[in-house]
């Protein structure tokens, strides 16, 4: 072979190799039908590329991978999952201690309380579950149709089967064995609600904060204790931690942080007869009848009812009627998030029932906006108190807090809570530990401690108007 030959072959495969790797997939995905590589080398030079392609196309994989992207959960979906999960979990406890309670004799006092606590349980999950729901995307909720389709039939029977139990209930001769049996087809809809949320959470890949350390994690409840107008109000706060989408940093995390202001509703009338209550014999005299927060999200509605007094003094103990009537006024409280980040609290009156002085007095005098400012405070206090970062959030998890989203929730009745939920950029170091939470699925002691040198609140600028 001569030396200008063996040069030419060199050539040729130095060629041939460039060829190669500037375009290894085309030329590897050219298949033919007896699956052997299409074209070839034409007389000993150049490449064809003969041959139908009929393997993967780099443009379908993509294609593939974004829809597999779009189903996956964002952290707050990831948030909204596992409390809608727990929940559930919650709800079943009670539905067992329930029926437990039904299969014993002449318990009425407790029955009756278990029923209330399972009634508010369930409740609850239903409307995480719907929040969840509400909460997908398009490209989720075409994904996910089936799924969807099923837990909504779902959640619709255990409303019904809830209400069937709560008849046995209201039929005093029936006896509690009896109750017992008609609530296992309740409880296995229940199970069957849960073995659906966790089949949904798969498809969006969220499991439990053991199963995945892409989960939320809980923060634990903390309880605080505060006086309005003397009367002792109990507020207890829990939430969850997720972690922040890759592009935001390694070092953002997701929270929600949910404030129970049920005592608060339950002890509304007490608070308002300690700030409103007025006996001047000489002036004006208010009593506050009754009071009733309602859920009416996002916000809350306030009913307050009144009785009115305007009394004047003419001579020494002479003491005269001017006016008397009762009334009705309705304040709507929202929450927001102020630019600079702080919380806001906006109250509205919205109705007054009311006839003459006491009507003009509500709807555009002083009682009016003194019964609103009143309100406001009380509602605003406990939201304040339930949601102080340094004495709520992990130590682990202490850093700078942006607010996104704020509001008034009510998971059943008599369980109205303040719901906040934003993000959190911590140190490095503080970073570290709380990803070693997510490793293991749960906040250690370590991770929990508070800082003894916390100031009563480190929430940021606020206002009740």
Sequence with gaps: MSRNHKNNLAVQALVLGALLLACPCGMLAQRGAGG???????????????????GLDVKDDLKGFHAALAMQATSQQIIDYNLMVKSTEVARTELQSLLAAAAKENNSAELAARDKSFGQALEATRNRNNKFLEGLSDQQKSGLKELVKRLTKTDSELGQQAKALDDKFEETKTPGPQIADSGKPLEATLISFQTQQIDLGKEVSVGTARDSQNAAIRIPPVKNSMNLANQPVAVTTSGTIAKGAKEEGENTFKFELTTDMSDLQQNI??????????????????????????????????????????????????????????????????LAVEKDGGLRLDPKIDQVEAEGLMGELLRSGSLGETVQDKIAEAIFSTVLRGSDYKTILPFAAQGEVTLRRVEFEGSGPGQLSAVLDGELQLSANSAAALNSAFKSGELKATDTKAQSSAQPSSIPPSSAH
């Design 36 to 54: 052997h590589v299409g074209g070839g080398m034409a007389g000993g030079g150049g490449l064809s590329g003969g041959g139908k392609a009929t």
């Design 269 to 334: 009338t007490e608070v308002l007869r300690g700030q409103l209550d007025k006996s001047d014999p000489c002036g004006e005299q208010i009593a506050v009848q009754s009071a009733v927060l309602t859920p009416s999200e996002p916000a809350i509605l306030a009913v307050v009812n009144l009785h009115y007094e305007r009394w004047a003094c003419f001579g020494r103990n002479s003491p005269n009627e001017m006016a008397e009537g009762n009334g009705t006024v309705e304040v709507k409280l929202t």
